[in-house]
């Protein structure tokens, strides 16, 4: 009758409702307004249209944490891997260029959240440098790499602690690219780049729990004795954790 259609509905934090409704005419939604605060039973704490965090919020019940200072900072738990998932998932879905960094300690679950987050988006993932599985460190591309369809996944880490002049090459190459790229360890990848903090456009942190401190002084360590000896083993790497 109001020509609006309820989208979702879903508990969003607690004693709270959100709705996303659609409609074709905004007048339609001022109406539905002066309806819904004439009802006693319901109070509207806001009306506004959705932007990313209000549609996950609805979808999973819950608002993602963000940094009060820092508004392109988010933080998430272990356990809120679906939520960072669907996150990265909708950010991978958005055209042209995009600097994505992800924070958090060894086997927390970043490769694999960006994989899964690029498949959701039905986007084709791409390592730089990783150390998912074996270490990778790519030094070109070939012609089909090049797209503006692809996440180009770069492990900060690995990167940092790269001598091979052409494998540097790449990584600046690829940050011309109209793309998606997100960087692991955003932190170290800048010591060594022409990339500052401030050339990303989001930040995501990964802690196993709300406790944990996200530090890199044994990388760090690490990133000096490879350069020193040669050394590109990682013992911070790992396979598939598989989120377990």
């Known amino acids: 009758m109001l020509g609006i259609s309820i989208v979702t509905i879903n508990g969003v934090d607690q004693g709270k409702r959100g709705l996303l409704i659609k409609t074709d005419n905004l007048e339609k939604v ?22 990313l965090r209000d549609r996950l919020a609805v979808r999973h019940g819950r608002y993602i944490e963000q940094d009060a200072k820092d508004k392109k900072t988010f933080r998430f738990e272990r356990e809120d891997l ?4 669907d996150f990265l998932a909708e950010l991978f879905k958005e055209e042209g260029h995009k600097l994505i ?45 090049y797209d503006a369809n692809h996440v180009y996944i770069i492990d900060g880490a690995v990167t940092a602690r790269e001598s091979n002049p052409k494998h540097q090459e790449l990584v600046n190459e690829v940050m011309t690219l109209p793309s998606i790229k997100v ?8 010591e060594t780049s022409t ?3 401030e050339d990303f456009d989001y930040i995501i942190e990964l802690r196993e729990n709300e406790n944990q401190e996200i530090h890199y002084e044994e990388m760090k360590k690490q990133t000096v004795q490879s350069k020193n000896n040669l050394d590109f083993g990682d013992p911070f790497g790992g396979g598939f954790g598989f989120f377990e």
């Open 82 to 85: 679906g939520l960072l998932v």
């Open 101 to 145: 960094g992800i924070r958090g300690m060894p086997r927390v679950g970043k490769t694999e959240s960006i994989v899964a987050g690029s498949v959701c988006a039905h986007k084709r993932w791409l390592f730089i440098s990783s150390t998912l599985i074996k270490q990778t460190v790519r030094s070109s591309l070939i012609k089909g790499e």
């Open 195 to 197: 990339c500052t903090m």
């Open 30 to 51: 001022e109406r539905f307004e002066q309806i819904a605060r004439g009802i006693n039973e319901i109070e509207i704490t806001k009306l506004k249209k959705p932007e």
């Open 183 to 190: 960087v692991e360890h955003p932190d170290l990848f800048v």
